[in-house]
């Protein structure tokens, strides 16, 4: 292998490893925590708010890391893949990555779309002291969190099937 192939592998495998880490880190100890310790409703929803802002910065710098090395990795692993699309597909490791492919975009479609849908409103609504209303969303994001973790996790299996780890 060469520096570069190294390089971008290293630098995906660490950004992937934040995301996901990060994001069931978040899941299992600081959201049942926040539960737990602020018993004020408007000052956990702070709590969540600033520690959401602190994190999306990062999300987003990952996020276009994993991108640009992904994108990267295929076009100097397979060209083939972006110069010959309809034929690789119909391979093994071409269904397997485009598999991949979407599950990594429906994976940020929900990411992105449950943070801007439902990010402003939870502020808003534990100011307002609208509470019914903010536990019937949070419901719904948190359902939505859940879906985005498994996806990842169901990506990173990918990753390793594409590695050639299990076979």
């Given amino acids: 292998m060469d520096l570069i192939l190294i390089t971008l592998i290293f630098i995906h495998v660490i950004s992937a490893v934040f995301l996901v880490g990060s994001s069931i880190f978040v899941w299992v100890i600081v959201w049942p925590a926040s539960s737990i310790t602020l018993t004020d409703e408007k000052l956990r929803t702070r709590f969540m708010t600033a520690m959401g802002k602190k994190y999306a910065l990062y999300t987003n710098i990952t996020t276009v890391l994993l991108i640009i090395t992904g994108i990267s990795l295929i076009y100097y692993v397979r060209p083939d893949y972006i110069t010959n699309f309809s034929a690789s597909i119909h391979t093994t490791w071409g269904y397997v990555l485009t598999v991949k492919i979407v599950a990594v975009a429906l994976m940020y479609l929900i990411l992105y779309g449950n943070n801007l849908w439902h990010g402003k ?29 498994g996806l990842m996790i ?6 390793n099937i594409l590695a050639g780890v299990f076979f």
């Fill in 121 to 149: 409103k939870f502020p808003k609504l534990a100011e307002d002291g609208k509470f019914d209303e903010l536990k019937r969303m949070r419901k719904l994001a948190h359902y939505l969190s859940f879906i985005t973790v």
């Fill in 154 to 159: 169901v990506i990173v299996l990918i990753a």
